[in-house]
C-alpha cells in the first residue's frame, strides 16, 4: 500500500466535523433491525425500512417515540428504549457498511493536513465501536450522545468536537445528510455541506435550507476549497 505523506492544506479550513449515520456510514438498516426488534418485544407494529429512514436523525430516545403509537405512552418509551439499547450495542455492525468513496476522502482531507471528527446523536458507545472499526486512524475525534451534553441541533456536541479538536468554528465545515445537520451547522454558526447519498433527497435538503450540495464524497475537497 501506497503511503501518502501530509502536506500543509492548502484551503482556510483547517477541519472538518461529519454527521456519521447517511454521512459516513450506511446504518440504516442495522437501525431499522433494533427498532423492530424491540417493537416486537412490546407487542407493537413494525415499521418499513424507509419509514424507519424518515424517523432517524434526532438521537434514538426520538426514533423509539416516532416508532411507537402515539398514545404508548412513557412509560412504554421507556422500556422500548432500552429494550433497543440492549440490542443494537450487539447488533450495530451486522449491516452497517462505509458509503462508496468515503474512506478514500477521509484519507485525502488528512493528506491535507485536515483535522476530523465524527458528531452523532447515536449513543456514546455506539459511536466509540464504529469509530474503532472503521475510523481508527482516521479520524481524531468521536463524539456520540452522552448525559448533560444537549443533542443536535443544539451546539454542545460539536462544540465539544471543536474543543478536542484545538479549533474555532471559523475553521472548520460541518458535513451531513439531514435537516438536523443544516439546523446544527447554523446553530454553530458553521458552514454546511449536505451530502445526496444518505437517508435525505436533494429535494428535502433543499427545502430545509441546504445551500451546498455535494452528490459524492469526491466533491467535499472541491467545495472546501470554494469556502477557504
Known sequence: MDVVKEREPDIAIRAVIFDLDGTLLDTLLDLAEATNWALRQGGYAEHSVEEIRMMVGNG????????????????????????????????????????DGIEDLLRQLRA???????????????????????????????VGEREGVRRKPAPDMVEAAMHELGVQAGECVYVGDSDVDILTARNCSLPCISVLWGFRDRDFLLASGATMLAATPQEIPSLLRTIG
Not at 433497543?84 to 451486522?94: A, G, L, T
Not at 452523532?120 to 468521536?142: C, P, T, W
Open 60 to 99: 434514538v430516545g426520538k426514533l423509539i417515540e416516532r416508532a411507537l403509537p402515539t398514545d404508548a405512552g412513557s412509560q412504554a418509551c421507556e422500556q422500548t428504549l432500552s429494550l433497543f439499547k440492549s440490542y443494537y450495542i450487539n447488533h450495530c455492525e451486522v449491516h452497517t457498511r462505509l458509503y
Open 112 to 142: 491535507a493536513g485536515m483535522k476530523l471528527a465524527i458528531v452523532s446523536n447515536k449513543l456514546q458507545a455506539g459511536v466509540m465501536e464504529l469509530h474503532r472499526h472503521y475510523f481508527d486512524g482516521l479520524i481524531d475525534v468521536a
